[in-house]
């Protein structure tokens, strides 16, 4: 069989946090494919919306952006913004926020908006759009993206969306839900300290040691004696992303 890619094991890993009938807001890229994957295998009953106002949508080709009008073939209804984020997340019955990252510090502080290069100068990107309501209000966020030192720093360029600022907890910032769940990386899985709202590595992706992890992160990380392996993908799964989901590796690679 051909060789198991990292991003398959990141599709599959975040699939498995999703559960049936939970209703999740998703981006777009591999939260997309994970969703997907989710709703095909165990989560039948997964209602994913898109914060353009495509729900479950089911596409045959992979799209590769929200003006793609692949995006919502098959989908059950197509509204906007203010259905998605208005009747959906800021009513509260939202369960995920699937999203992706520039940066993501120990609390699970999100940035999305901008990164500093040289000294004194700055890009822009994309900005928040509706990650800060997704991080925000939805009763738990996954964030999947590359584990790299400068994409997991001490401290953000710039904070877009919340996590457990400085550590404190949600109620305290008036936040709803229970925040930051779990970061997806391309070497493993992070979750948060019930107490101190602190990363914590849950599991390595076969392969990869805590050694790597940690010269990869660029906050204090905190390492249990005992790390469990994720699991790789299944075969099913396997075929659902390559045959089915992205066939054409537009996120997968």
Not at 37 to 61: C, F, Q, W, Y
Not at 69 to 83: A, E, H, K, Q
Not at 191 to 203: I, R
Request: glycine share 10%; proline share 6%; hydrophobic share 40%.
């Amino acid at each position: 069989m051909e060789e198991i890619r990292a991003t398959e094991i990141m599709a599959a890993a975040g699939a498995r946090e999703l559960r049936d009938n939970d209703v999740i807001v998703v981006g777009l890229g591999l939260p997309q494919v994970a969703a997907v994957l989710a709703k095909r295998t165990h989560a039948p009953g997964l209602t994913s919306l898109l914060e353009i106002g495509v729900v479950n949508m089911n596409p045959v080709d992979t799209p590769v952006g929200l003006a793609d009008s692949r995006i919502f073939y098959r989908s059950t209804c197509w509204s906007g913004f203010l259905d998605i984020l208005g009747m959906n997340l800021h009513r509260g019955i939202v369960d995920v926020g699937f999203l992706g990252a520039l940066e993501v510090d120990r609390f699970g502080n999100i940035n999305t908006t901008l990164l500093k290069e040289a000294p004194g100068k700055v890009r822009y990107i994309n900005g928040s759009s509706g990650g800060n309501d997704v991080a925000s209000l939805a009763k738990r966020v996954i964030i999947i993206m590359r584990h790299e030192k400068r994409k997991l720093p001490m401290a953000l360029a710039h904070l877009t969306s919340p996590g457990f600022v400085g550590g404190k907890s949600r109620r305290e910032m008036g936040l709803r839900g229970e925040g930051p769940h779990r970061v997806v990386t391309n070497m493993a899985i992070l979750g948060f300290d019930p107490e101190t709202h602190a990363a914590s590595l849950l599991s390595l992706h076969p392969g990869i040691r805590v050694e790597e992890v940690v010269a990869n992160t660029g906050f204090p990380l905190r390492v249990p004696k005992e790390v469990a392996v994720t699991p790789l993908p299944t075969p099913e799964e396997l075929r659902l992303l390559r045959e089915e989901i992205d066939p054409q590796r537009a996120y997968l690679g």
